[in-house]
């Protein structure tokens, strides 16, 4: 792939990415193209209490 720099037949991965707000407006969207063997993703917050399924408090 040219516009990335990989060597042909290099494997990627395409992420799509889409965050709201609590009353569900779009705030964000991504694509990302990254080579595979380069990329690793990691997700680390906490979910509130009114994004839980019923509201239900753990």
Known sequence: MKGLQLPPGERVVELHRTTYTADNTVVEFAIG???ATRFAWSYDFKVPDSAQE???KA
């Open 54 to 56: 019923g509201g239900d």
């Open 33 to 35: 193209v990254h080579a």
